[in-house]
């Protein structure tokens, strides 16, 4: 008979938010009940990729997989909601757990479920960072990103969630303020992880990949915008400076959805056509507004860096957004000039700090 061991948290211990389901109505035991195998379910309640005796990787070592054919692991709801270190932390202890298993059991074949989404401390959604500093999307990030190097099969929920916040009430036995779910959406979640574990009988294994070196991403170069060198060429030089800061806006953001995996990300263009250099009330205006438009995209950009944990990595301190000067002076004098090349070197310096961020996430720069 083929055999599964399964590795989990309370959600795989059946607690359903309220109170302890029977063993024949949790995840796993569904699960085995469904293709007629043996199962061993492992799993204990506040269990987490850590260190502690019921982390995944003493309870991989604990419980040898040698005999099963196939394991099922599925934490991480703690680790995002109670944290005990960075994401690199939970990498390694993933990374841990999954090489004992596969030196137990060589051709386990292995599925690593991603965790449900965890509305504990007032989450909303898979963007809001924990007391570490990372999202649930991060972690859900780093998990398929070990299971493709690791070879193993993985569930990955974002796509086509069963719970989400808007369900939560009737889904989650705790709610929208908890994270377990009920009877009924347990069996939701078994039949997707057994239509899964299908898939993969009729797949022959992947092997383990060698280890390759990872490709390198070229990184971001600054943005560098022409100083306006008189009262002559106003039009001409906010226009090419707007479309410069527009592409690098861009290019930031093509970069950040690269690293994180977003799907949508904005597309910012300038709306604006020069009205030509004439010293006129066009001019004027042309000028002011192009500098108020700017900066809603710039501090747009600057709080999705935030929110994605993209920012200064040695105090992880949130980048602070930019207040442009407006540029309203009825004269056109050096002073008028200041303002205009005073917005040009805040703009130059806000850009080039995110590049700095996003340069160094991707190992592209300091």
Known sequence: MTRLIAFGDSIFAGWDGKENLPASERIPEIIGQAMGWEVTNTAISGAKYDDRPDGFPAMAKSHSAAGYDYALVNYGVNDWCFPSGD?????????????????????????????????RNGSTTLFDINSQGWSQFQLDSMLVKVAKEK????YDWRPDPIITHENASTT???GNAGVHPTAETGRKI????????????????????????PKSIDPIKTISISRLPNIFTIADN??????????????????????????????VSNGRSSPGNAPNRSLRNYTILSFQDIESPINDLVQRFNSYWVR?????????????QRPENLVLDQSYLDVINGNWKAIEDKLNELVSYINHLTGGGN
């Open 151 to 154: 070879g193993i099969d993985y």
């Open 312 to 324: 200064e990595w040695k105090m992880s301190k949130e980048t602070d957004q930019i207040s442009l």
């Open 172 to 174: 989650l036995g705790d």
């Open 190 to 213: 078994a039949d997707r992880l057994i239509a899964k574990l299908k898939e993969m009988v009729g797949v022959t294994p992947t092997p383990t990949p060698t280890p390759v070196a």
């Open 87 to 119: 994401l690199d932390y939970v990498k390694k202890r993933v990374e841990t757990g999954i090489n004992t298993l596969k030196q137990e059991a060589p051709n386990i074949r292995i599925l690593l479920e991603l965790p449900t989404e965890d509305f």
């Open 238 to 267: 906010v226009d090419a400076g707007i479309n410069a800061t527009v592409s690098k806006i861009n290019e930031l953001y093509k970069r950040l959805a690269h690293v994180e995996g977003i799907i949508n990300v904005p597309t």
